[in-house]
């Protein structure tokens, strides 16, 4: 029985065989030896013999009084291998650990870089804007010492229009209008002090015009009509622009539009809050952009991919055009009245809640607001206002109602540099372009069409 003993086998395991379970050191479960050697629980071994007189292991016979209790102060496996992989694991354990603590150092050093980088954006930014308002500032200076009156000279007379609330103009100073009580789109051009005429036609839509909007390429505009978009062509043509489609929505009015930057999309601000994606190359929505309050969208304009729309209150970014939830950049204390975007360059226009308060217009560069454009007290705003580029400064130019004229703002500065420049009626929509590095603005009020050019200090 010794020797048998003493001839175990070379693996000893921590648990039994039989139950799969580990030994006890007390109980009815320590670990006890047959005669051939081999180790089980005592309970379950006991158990066994009742059952069968073989040695599970090895089927050899053994007798109940061979069951001997093995005296061992902890039984484990000797197995090298899994020693081995513990020694693997512990190493890759410290090498993760190590790659941990790069990794840790590695973000600290991207948020100070980040950091870093934003300070000096911020500070570029700010450099920029003393330089610009200080180039502002001496061109006003050389212009009040050279050229003393106003910045922008009328080049034409006033062209007459009837009761047109929107209008659009191409980089060929081409002028695009609808006349509400006839329904008909008038082209005019003009081109230094010559109009060279108006064309009429049917745009065969039906119900109000609330905005119209030309594509980046100056190929192709867009008039939105009730419930209807309207797409033109040939806008260069005077004479020859024509009907390419109409678009109808699900009875929603749309109340605003814009192109996107490749020229084949048209987005729809809706009068219950949705923007839709039409699809010119065949005449469908492509998708749908949601709005979670549900308010009209009567203000759009995109750029660099993004779409900006306005309700009332709120100034709303789309990232892109299969965005479904906008992010809000701005909740004004008024009313909105229209929006602006050229390049990063955002203006929101807002009208005051009672006739105590006072107009204003915030500039956004990059999502940052960087200026706010206020007028003397009088001054008050429903105009569409627009961005003029020039060579001196950017500026901002926008209509007061309250006195029948338009305003010039210094966008960098926030200064007014240009007030009181007369219209004949009450204005509701500006619009500029440049050409051949010069700038024109045009002026819409409720009867006439006025076109200026920015002379600065050529003159």
Request: hydrophobic share 35%; with cysteine; glycine share 8%.
């Amino acid at each position: 029985m010794d020797a048998e003993l003493g001839t175990m086998g070379e693996e000893v395991s921590n648990n039994c065989i039989v139950c799969y379970e580990d030994f006890t050191e007390t109980g009815d479960h320590k670990p006890v030896a047959i005669a051939c050697g081999h180790l089980f629980g005592e309970k379950c071994i006991r158990h066994w013999w009742t059952i069968n007189k073989t040695c599970p292991i090895c089927k050899k016979r053994f007798k109940r009084t061979s069951i001997r209790p093995i005296y061992a102060q902890k039984v484990v496996v000797a197995d090298e291998e899994v020693r081995n992989l513990k020694g693997q694991i512990e190493s890759k354990n410290d090498e993760i650990e190590r790659w941990k603590e790069e990794n840790r150092n590695i973000q600290r050093g991207k948020r100070q870089a980040e950091m870093l980088n934003r300070e000096l954006t911020e500070e570029n930014k700010r450099l920029r804007m003393s330089l610009a308002s200080v180039d502002s500032e001496l061109s006003l200076r050389r212009s009040a010492v050279s050229e003393p009156g106003d910045m922008f000279v009328r080049m034409t007379e006033a062209i007459p229009v009837q009761n047109s609330t929107c209008f659009a103009m191409t980089k060929g100073l081409v002028c695009l209008m609808v006349e509400q009580n006839s329904h008909q789109l008038r082209q005019v051009q003009v081109q230094g002090r010559i109009v060279n005429g108006a064309t009429d036609f049917r745009d065969q839509g039906s119900g109000c015009v609330w905005d119209i909007s030309i594509s980046k390429d100056d190929s192709k505009a867009s008039v939105a009509a009730g419930n209807q978009l309207h797409v033109v062509t040939n806008l260069d043509q005077i004479g020859k622009a024509q009907l390419q489609g109409c678009l109808t929505n699900d009875g929603q009015q749309i109340l605003s539009c814009a192109w996107d930057d490749g020229n084949q999309k048209v987005y729809c601000g809706l009068g219950d809050g949705r923007v839709q994606v039409f699809d010119i190359r065949n005449n469908a929505c492509v998708s749908e952009l949601s709005h979670p309050t549900k308010h009209g969208i009567f203000s759009l304009a995109s750029s660099g991919g993004r779409i900006y729309g306005c309700t009332r209150r709120e100034v709303l970014v789309w990232d892109n055009d299969v965005s479904e939830i906008p992010w809000c950049l701005r909740e004004v204390p008024g009313s909105i009245e229209g929006l602006a975007v050229e390049e990063e360059l955002l203006a929101v226009s807002v009208r005051p809640r009672n006739e105590l308060g006072v107009a204003f217009h915030e500039i956004y560069d990059s999502d940052s607001m960087v200026g706010s454009l206020t007028g003397h007290k009088s001054f008050s705003t429903k105009t569409k206002g627009s961005f003029i580029i020039t060579p001196h400064s950017p500026m901002f130019a926008s209509g007061d109602e309250m006195n029948n004229s338009w305003c010039c703002w210094d966008i960098h500065s926030g200064n007014m540099i240009q007030r009181g420049m007369g219209a004949f009626g009450n204005p509701r929509q500006i619009c500029s372009q440049n050409v051949d590095a010069s700038s024109f603005v045009g002026v819409l009020d409720s009867n006439s069409l006025s076109m200026f050019r920015y002379r600065g200090l050529q003159e």
